[in-house]
């Protein structure tokens, strides 16, 4: 699999388009079309997605250049001021989750939107955001794996490549894994957000900790692979979050289990209330 010859796909006005933009803007009006598609669906306000769209995009933005910068600080502390340039690469996508959430959430209260009903048709697109966002890193020539030799391998420019192994030419295309892994659980969480209403066994918010578990345990599969993982002690700081991710979204999926009935479901394909009991 070739690389990229230019990292540049087009100027604009004397500034520089990259690939690595396209592919993340594309996977942002992929996300909030899947979204809204599935709020039709489910009988909610196709229009609220895009009135948090904006702010979800910068404020991931700033949460997930902020993660990666805290990781390298040493190297931004030294160079403060590439800390700023998010067109090269680096973002942590663990921090880009947690500001969006709490955004969302944030904004769920103060239009008075059900959070747990929304959360399950945000992942879904989060989740295809991530598949074709991914492509960005094939664009910059990041976030491969070690050396291969199997036919899918990518080929890596001399400058891109670690030290250690500048003597390898393909890797593993971590970035496709983890592309097509996003895409099978988009698929899986698309289901989930529009069968919630239809299934007893399903509830309000299953899809949200079906997606912390599932991306967590596909992260550190991955991450088992990859060569470039910032560390934050012992072991790389992506596992440390996905491991969280999936205790959370693990422990939170069996306690709705527990629970002796379902969560309210709100939309349409919701089941008509039943009238209560009365004593005569």
Do not use: K
Not at 84 to 90: D, I, K, Q, T
Not at 133 to 144: H, I, K, L, P, V
Not at 156 to 170: G, Y
Not at 245 to 270: C, D, I, K, Q
């Amino acid at each position: 699999m070739p690389s990229p010859a230019d990292p540049v796909a087009f100027t604009l006005f004397g500034i520089g388009v990259r690939w690595y933009a396209i592919f993340i803007l594309a996977g942002i009006v992929a996300a909030v079309a899947l979204i809204r598609w599935l709020a039709e669906r489910r009988g909610l306000d196709a229009e609220f997605p895009l009135d948090v769209a904006p702010w979800l995009v910068v404020g991931g933005v700033i949460g997930a250049r902020l993660t990666y910068v805290l990781v390298r600080f040493d190297y931004f502390a030294q160079h403060p001021a590439e800390a700023f340039n998010v067109r090269l690469g680096g973002l942590a996508i663990h921090g880009a989750l947690i500001a969006g959430a709490l955004i969302f959430i944030w904004f769920c209260r103060r239009r008075n939107q059900p959070f747990w009903v929304w959360s399950d048709l945000v992942v879904a697109g989060v989740a295809l955001g991530q598949a074709i966002g991914r492509w960005g890193n094939w664009a910059n020539q990041e976030a491969f794996g070690r050396p291969t030799t199997l036919p899918w391998g990518l080929r890596i420019d001399f400058a891109h490549r670690p030290p250690q192994f500048a003597d390898f030419a393909t890797f593993h295309p971590t970035f496709l894994y983890e592309s097509l892994f996003n895409l099978v659980n988009a698929a899986v969480l698309t289901w989930i957000a529009l069968n919630i209403p239809r299934r007893d066994w399903l509830r309000s918010g299953d899809g949200l900790w079906t997606y912390c578990a599932a991306y967590g345990i596909g992260r550190l599969l991955i991450e088992q692979v990859r060569i470039d993982s910032l560390y934050i002690g012992p072991l790389p700081g992506p596992d440390w979050a996905s491991g969280a991710l999936v205790l959370l979204g693990l422990t939170m999926l069996a306690r709705g289990r527990l629970r002796s009935t379902p969560a309210p479901r709100t939309g349409r394909g919701a089941p008509p209330p039943q009238p209560s009991p009365r004593s005569d």
